[in-house]
């Protein structure tokens, strides 16, 4: 091996050497791009068990029921969410995912979480529906329901579901969320629903 | 007729004049828990540990939700206690959250300059002994080189 060569052996050894003890320093004063993440928030529903089952399906009038909305950040920073429960029935419009529009009925129930980047957080939700009344054969009204405990006045109209036997309501969980450059809270186009029947005594 | 209706006109009037003070109270509750908010925030990417004051700010949330909740019910004495509450529980986040920022930057620039000058003493050491290695090696190869030259032999 010729000197020149060792030569050139050392000045790579070099290089890579002061790269290597250079870096834990660099990193403390330039900041590197990160490997590309996708920003994403979750929002989930559980059953009473802290489980995806065992999820309320048929209502009995006054009998309290519970689940549990998880809201889970992986926006990479730390996010301010409403969660927004609505009462729908047969007749009213879901949220529209494509368009990223949230439902148009008013919400029964709202919560506000802050969660920090990659965690979650559940929140329980109890709810008991209150009497329906009838308003004609094929239609009944719902006047209100308690959730968390708080009496809400709806005055929800549904219509009979001969093959449900009985009338459908949908509890909708729309996510919110703060965008700080507009001081506001926009739809974040997220939602789940629970799909409840109240048996008619007719049936 | 006009004395009759006086009565109830100045009662609506109380009522609007309770709603509008029951917005506005809201208004300044939401604002100051997205301050509360921006703060916690800050000091989070500052480097500080806000895992209690995110607590805090979940709990003023829920003051600020039954405040939201109470005025969607038209019971406006309810939105203003529940906003007075909210703005009285983000009142004690905002210095918290600045002071942990502080720190968090603080120590963050302690730890950063300990770093820098570890990476330049780690730099001159390497180099230094790369050097001495170097020249070790040089001088080796020059003596091997010298002591194969050819030799002149008489004859």
């Known amino acids: 091996m010729k000197l020149s060569e060792y030569k050139t052996v050392f000045i790579i050894v070099g290089i890579i050497g002061v790269v290597l003890i250079a870096l834990p320093g660099l990193e403390s004063v330039v900041q590197f791009p990160s490997a590309g993440q996708e920003a994403f928030s979750e929002l989930y529903l559980l059953g009473p068990g802290r489980t995806a089952e065992g999820y309320p399906s048929t209502i009995a009038t006054s009998q309290v029921y519970w689940v549990y909305a998880g809201v889970g950040d992986h926006l990479g920073q730390m996010a301010y969410y409403t969660v927004s429960v609505k009462l729908l029935n047969a007749t009213d419009s879901l949220p529209n995912a494509t368009l990223s529009v949230p439902s148009p009925v008013a919400p029964i129930y709202e919560y506000k979480v802050v969660v920090v980047d990659n965690q979650t957080l559940e929140s329980l939700f109890t709810f008991s529906f209150g009497n329906l009344t009838s308003t004609s054969n094929q239609t009944a009204v719902l006047g209100g329901l308690t959730v968390n405990g708080a009496q809400v006045t709806v005055n929800k109209p549904a219509a009979f579901d001969s093959t449900l036997g009985g009338y459908q309501y949908d509890l909708v969980f729309e996510l919110w969320l703060y965008n700080s450059t507009t001081n506001s809270i926009q739809y974040h186009n997220r939602f789940v629903d629970l799909i409840l029947n109240y048996p008619s005594s007719k049936a | 007729m006009a004395l009759a209706a006086s ?149």
């Open chain 2, 7 to 155: 009565p109830s006109v100045a009662g609506i009037g109380s009522v609007f004049a309770q709603s509008d003070s029951a917005k506005s109270q809201l208004q300044n509750a939401a604002n100051a828990f997205a301050q509360a908010f921006a703060a916690v925030s800050d000091a989070q990417k500052a480097g500080a540990n806000v895992t209690s004051l995110v607590n805090q700010l979940n709990s003023a949330g829920s003051s600020l939700s039954q405040a939201d909740m109470s005025y969607a019910r038209g019971d406006f004495n309810g939105t203003i206690a529940a906003a007075a509450a909210t703005i009285l529980a983000t009142q004690s986040i905002v210095p918290q959250a600045q002071n942990l920022k502080s720190s968090a930057q603080a120590s963050g620039h302690d730890a950063a300059l300990s770093s820098v000058a570890f990476s330049i003493i780690g730099v001159a050491v390497f180099l230094t002994v790369l050097f001495l290695v170097w020249r070790y090696v040089k001088n080796s190869y020059m003596r091997s080189i010298l002591d194969a030259r050819p030799e002149v032999v008489e004859g």
